[in-house]
Each structure stands twice: as C-alpha cells, then as structure tokens.
C-alpha cells in the first residue's frame, strides 16, 4: 500500500503542525521490526575488535582528541551512525550494527542521511546535508569516508541470503505488513471520529468543558 506523505503547512517562516495521520507510522514501524532482530557486536560482545574501531576511526581522520562528525567535520559527533543503512526498500538491507558499519555523526547529519546511501546524499538534495550546508573541505571528507568503506567492506558483518529468505523471518515480516494493513481501517475510523470531534467543539467558557 501506499504511504502518502503530509504536505507540510507553512505560517510565514513557521511550520504549522502537521495532520497526523495512523498510516503515517508505517515505516517507523517496518524499521522496528527489522531494528528488532538485527544483531550488535558492540563492546560488550566477544568478537567486539577496540583495534578495528579504532583503526576505523584513523581512516575517517578522527586524530585530534574530540571526535567531530565524519560527514561534516563541523559538528562534535554524538552518536555512531549506521554507515550502510538496515532497513532499505522496507527490507533487512542484510548489515548490522558492528564497528564495520559505524561511524561517529553529528545529530544533524544522521537525522538528515536517514536510511539513504551516503554517497548519494552528501552531495544530494537534502537540504541539511553537508553540500547544501557550504561545508568547504568536502573533497577530503569524501575521500575519507571512501576509505573507511573500502577498508570496511571487507570486513563488515551481514545477515546470509538464507537467514533472509528463511521462513521465519518472512513470516516475521508478513506479521508486520498484517499490522500495517490493519492500519488503514483504523485510519477510517480515526477519520470518522476526527470529523465529528470537529463538528463538537466546545471552548474553555463553555459549561460542558471538561479539564
Ligand atoms: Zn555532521
């Protein structure tokens, strides 16, 4: 099914809260499911490698004590961003969460990357990317971001083909699109009860108020 995105409403300069709708969290959803089962070698893992990480993190040029972020160099990094997204087309896109597959971001970069491929988005569109932000040494920060993926690609953990197309993981993705198709009629109904909620407004000075 379609997922039709709210048209967001402007008041001058400000953005007026969009219309929410039920359907909206599908994704959101779809991305838990996968989220859920997607293995982590963090650091309290035995096959956990400080030396790997550590060695990811000279190839991105993390040197100077504090850890800027790898995409913008601008920002301190708060967070170890997915660097090849897990949920791709509404599937496992097969990586995990391994020191392969992760690099420090700044808040900024990682909301605005998302589940997209970073090469495409740095210099895409996005309008809070590094490109569209003017961030001057972007060259550099491409060519180190090329040489964590090609040290990483040899390296990086990802699901098998037959974990993917087992039958309990399918049937684990079939229950989540389930629930997302009994999404849509409660979004009917949400609809029937929004006009009427709207025809049955009351205000504050109004008996029938209730706080
Ligand atoms: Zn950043």
Redesign the pocket.
């Known amino acids: 099914m379609k997922e039709v995105k709210t048209k967001t409403t402007r008041i001058g300069s400000l953005k007026f809260p969009n219309e929410s709708k039920i359907t909206g969290r599908s994704s959101t959803l779809r991305a838990a499911f996968i989220k859920a089962i997607i293995p982590t070698i963090g650091p309290n893992h035995p096959d956990f490698n400080m030396s790997d990480y550590d060695e990811g993190l000279r190839l991105l040029k993390h040197t100077n004590g504090g850890v800027k972020?790898s995409?913008?160099?601008?920002?301190d990094?708060s967070d170890l961003d997915h660097f090849r997204a897990i949920v791709k087309s509404k599937f496992a896109s097969r990586y995990i969460t391994d020191v392969y597959n992760l690099v420090p971001?700044?808040g900024?970069?990682?909301q605005s990357k998302g589940g997209k491929d970073w090469r495409l988005w740095i210099e895409g569109k996005a309008a809070k990317n590094?490109k569209n932000r003017g961030i001057e040494n972007l060259d550099e920060i491409i060519k180190n971001l090329d040489a964590f993926e090609n040290w990483s690609n040899s390296k990086v953990n990802t699901l098998t083909q037959e974990f993917l197309d087992s039958k309990e993981f399918s049937e684990y993705m079939q229950s989540c699109e389930n629930l997302i198709a009994s999404f849509y009629e409660f979004q009917r109904n949400a609809e029937i009860l929004k006009a009427k909620a709207l025809t049955n407004l009351s205000n504050a000075n109004e008996k029938d108020f209730r706080s």
């Open positions: 972020c995409y913008c160099g601008e920002r990094a971001a700044c900024l970069c990682n590094p």
